[in-house]
């Protein structure tokens, strides 16, 4: 990694982006050699879809057929290498066949990559960005490593001027590297930390959770989704802007929503995005009467849960958010904004049940989880816990309140003690992934 | 460009960090074991096509790089006390409980505990000769009284219970419960603190029970004292995973009891302990030269006392420092340890007619270790 980023300074603009390519592939490559055909096939086919749909426009000829081709191989293929064996198994639960499962892996970053350069031939076909001759830029464009596994999600647009030329600093570096590092922090120190005690209630089983430890749970895996999520997205941001991209934001502090509306504007926004801009929006959204937006929505959130993976439990997720959301349209909102600290309340635990949905695929193992939320009991495992973990907790709690970010934006300019703690922190990661006994930190290597 | 560079410190105190980490990956010697681990570390593995096409070197020189990491040793220190001072008492699953003891958290029974368990059954039933079982429990089961608030375990009591309530409808079975001679002691020091096996003394008490239930005179305590020699700065294999400030090294105790002849494996000694094991860092390995599949201990013919003629004890570690006692009554001790010992068991049994048959192990070891198997190979 250092030896790329050096090799990337040095070569002029013009080499840069083949670097940058070829760099991913490697990292790419790194973890999923096999996989790295499907990446290339998946860029060959966009590249020449897009060449076709520009030379359709300039011909007035028909620009549909290659839309559709593009979009079909894209969606086909993440069907494919997704969804295909959810589909056998249920198939074979309904209908009592027996189809044998496909023997494949989920290949590494396919649900961003292959949204990534939809967005290109869609705004293609819009006309929103314009053609992209150069094959290297646009795999540049797909596989940019800081964000292929674990997004943000970059459309097209944002970055297509950056693609052609974009300016380095030294400065821009250095907030990128602070940007990184706090990312690196968030993952390493409070996602892994705070996960540890989700895997550790795992391998129990639900079935013996006290009360108390069952919200402990609750409040751990929700700490370590957000944090495991933000820091790659700010890592990558991070890492962005240290070659030259400005990437979009895609986490503005959630957990400080007072309303799951809200929450859904805070919340992965480069996907929420993404799903208004080339799901809701082209079938119609809001514009077809109430019904037809109902119904828009429905599809939307249908597709969001899937989207997380091929599960029955992701679906219900998304269709639980698809329910809250209208509630909080047909009145439940108006309601909250009256009610400040219960509108606060009703959130959190609304994105902490959600959370549950999210984490328990097995449907028998998620009722039972829920129902020691309620009926499990008292036993004093909970010091034990409380003691280990209450710390991290109580941290992670403050960070996702926004103080952390109101207690940097205050020291930011005071170097003296701004770098000392980055540097700390950095150091802290290293010894952390030094002696990985947890560690699911599979895909980020130095 | 100084002013440049003052103005980005970040970046430059990182980009000096990473250099001075290759520095160190190119210029140091790669250790091939780690002391106070008391590990392997990988090595630098071999570039080959089959290797980079299934992604297996890419694995293997992640693992190189993590564990030949310049300053790891204290990377690995400076992590344990960021968990201390976020007030936890566990690193890498070992817990500090009161006075500097740590102990191992285990939240589920193994999977492997029920293969182990049909397998004993199974031996039982089949092999036609009255053997012995015990299973010890491990410090955190009985050193209660130590363990921090809410410390979150299974019963090991209970899991030796159904073990041995499996066995009792075999006649030619007697199962040995230490636990209450244990709890009668607990207050002594019978385990180490920060090492998961039983101490010297409590294998003697262990020793005790065993010679209780199998018939046999022990040797006191006051016979051997004159031979007792105590090792100092003994740290075990918890607290090569805790790492944490506030504990105290060990004292490793043994008893330098004479033997005619020892032989471990294909070497032969005079003698039960590999004194060289203390200079080290896991001294425990100093008892009985560490683990053979099949070793033969002769004991020092004795006048006068009726010894029997000889004891088959299929065993873990933790019999290492309790096999020196059981010298004082047995001319031969068959040493078998299943995770180095392959052939099958009914052969020995039949080579050794009339030996009498000790199966002798630690909770942790019965409920992980998944050699159990061999007992009934070929049965």
Redesign the interface.
């Known amino acids: 990694m ?1 030896v790329f980023f050096i090799v990337y300074y040095l070569v002029p603009m013009k080499l840069k982006n083949i670097v940058l390519f070829i760099g991913s592939l490697i990292f790419y490559g ?5 996989y790295l055909i499907l990446l290339g096939v998946s860029i060959l086919v966009n590249y020449f879809a897009g060449r076709l749909i520009d030379r359709a426009k300039r011909r007035n000829g028909a620009v549909r057929p290659a839309l559709i081709g593009a979009l079909v191989f894209d969606i086909g293929m993440l069907f494919f290498f997704k969804y295909i064996n959810f589909f056998i198994d249920n198939i074979n639960a309904v209908a009592g066949t027996g189809l044998s499962r496909v023997d494949i892996t989920l290949p590494l970053g396919i649900s961003f990559y292959t949204f990534q350069i939809m967005s290109y031939v869609i705004d293609l076909y819009r006309g929103k960005v314009k053609v992209e001759n150069s094959i290297i830029d646009l795999g540049t464009y797909l596989c940019m490593f800081p964000q292929l596994i674990a997004g943000p999600i970059v459309v097209y647009s944002d970055v297509s001027e950056a693609l052609k030329s974009r300016v380095i600093s ?2 821009e ?2 907030e990128g ?2 940007l990184f ?1 706090l990312g690196l922090g968030s993952k390493v120190l409070i996602a892994n930390s705070a996960g540890a005690l989700w895997k ?1 209630l795992e ?3 639900y079935s013996s959770l006290s009360s108390p430890m069952a919200w402990l749970g609750m409040l751990a895996y929700t700490i370590q989704i957000y944090f495991d999520f933000n820091g790659y997205s700010m890592m990558a941001i991070g890492l962005g802007k240290m070659l030259g991209f400005k990437f979009p934001k895609n986490f503005d502090l959630p957990y400080t929503s007072l309303s799951i509306t809200e929450y859904w504007r805070r919340w992965h926004m480069t996907l929420s995005g993404w799903f208004k801009e080339y799901l809701y929006i082209p079938l119609g959204g809001n514009r077809r009467g109430p019904v037809r937006k109902v119904f828009n929505l429905f599809i939307v959130w249908f597709i969001t849960g899937f989207w997380h993976g091929a599960d029955w439990n992701f679906i219900l997720w998304g269709l639980y958010f698809f329910v809250l959301l209208m509630a909080e349209r047909a009145g439940l909102g108006r309601f909250m904004e009256g009610n400040k600290v219960i509108a606060r309340i009703y959130s959190l635990l609304a994105i902490g049940f959600g959370w549950m949905l999210f984490a328990i695929s097995d449907l028998r193992q998620l009722g039972v989880y829920l129902s020691r939320l309620f009926i499990g009991g008292v ?7 409380i ?6 907790l109580l941290l992670g709690c403050l960070l996702s309140s926004g103080l952390g970010n109101r207690l940097y934006d205050r020291i930011k300019e005071r ?1 003296l003690i701004v ?1 000392p703690v ?2 700390g922190i ?3 990661c ?8 947890y560690n699911p930190f599979l895909y980020f ?2 | 460009m100084l002013e440049r560079l003052r103005n980005n410190p970040l970046t430059i105190i990182i980009s000096i960090m990473i250099l001075l980490c290759f520095a160190g990956y190119l210029t140091h010697r790669d250790s091939v074991f780690s002391e106070s681990e008391n590990r392997y570390l990988a090595a630098r593995p071999k570039l080959t096509m089959s290797g980079l096409a299934d992604g297996s070197f890419m694995e293997q020189f992640e693992l190189y790089t993590e564990e030949q990491l310049p300053f790891r040793n204290l990377l690995i220190k400076l992590k344990a006390v960021t968990e201390q001072v976020q007030l936890k008492n566990e690193n890498n699953g070992i817990t500090r409980g009161k006075d500097g003891y740590l102990f191992e958290k285990l939240v589920k029974v193994n999977e492997q505990l029920g293969k182990n368990k049909a397998a004993m059954v199974n031996f039982a039933g089949k092999c036609g000769r009255d053997i012995n079982v015990c299973i010890v429990p491990n410090s955190c089961e009985i050193m209660k009284d130590k363990l921090p608030a809410g410390f979150p375990n299974i019963s090991q009591k209970s899991g030796i219970k159904d073990l041995y309530s499996a066995l009792l409808s075999y006649d030619n079975v007697n199962t040995i419960d230490v636990s209450d001679i244990f709890n009668e002691h607990r207050d002594e020091y019978i385990y180490y603190r920060t090492d998961h096996h039983w101490t010297t003394q409590g294998a003697y008490y262990g020793y005790l029970k065993l010679c209780e239930e199998l018939g046999l005179e022990p040797v006191s305590m006051d016979m051997l004292s004159g031979i007792r020699k105590d090792v100092p700065g003994f740290y075990g294999t918890y607290y090569s995973k805790y790492k944490g400030y506030g504990v105290e090294p060990d004292v490793l105790t043994y008893y330098d009891i004479p033997v005619a002849d020892y032989e471990a494996g294909e070497v032969s000694h005079d003698r039960l302990y590999d004194t060289d094991k203390l200079r080290v860092y896991d001294k425990y390995a100093m008892f009985m030269y560490g683990n053979e599949g099949l070793s033969t201990v002769k004991s020092m013919p004795s006048e006068g006392e009726d010894k029997r003629s000889e004891l088959i004890l299929f065993k873990d570690s933790y019999s290492n420092c309790l096999i020196p006692f059981l010298t004082f009554n047995y001319d031969t001790i068959t040493v078998i340890d299943l995770r180095y010992y392959d052939r099958p068991v009914n052969e020995l049994l039949k080579e050794h007619e009339g030996a009498d048959i000790l199966l002798l192990y630690n909770f942790m070891h019965y409920n992980e270790d998944n050699h159990f198997y061999r007992l009934v190979k070929n049965l």
């Open positions: 250092p790194w973890g999923e050699p096999k030294l400065s570096v250095e590297l602070k590092i550790e391998t129990t089983g036993s004093n495992e909970i010091l034990y816990y003691r280990n973990y209450g710390v991290i170097r770098i980055l540097t950095f150091v802290l290293i010894a952390y992934l030094a002696d990985a006994s290597r130095f």
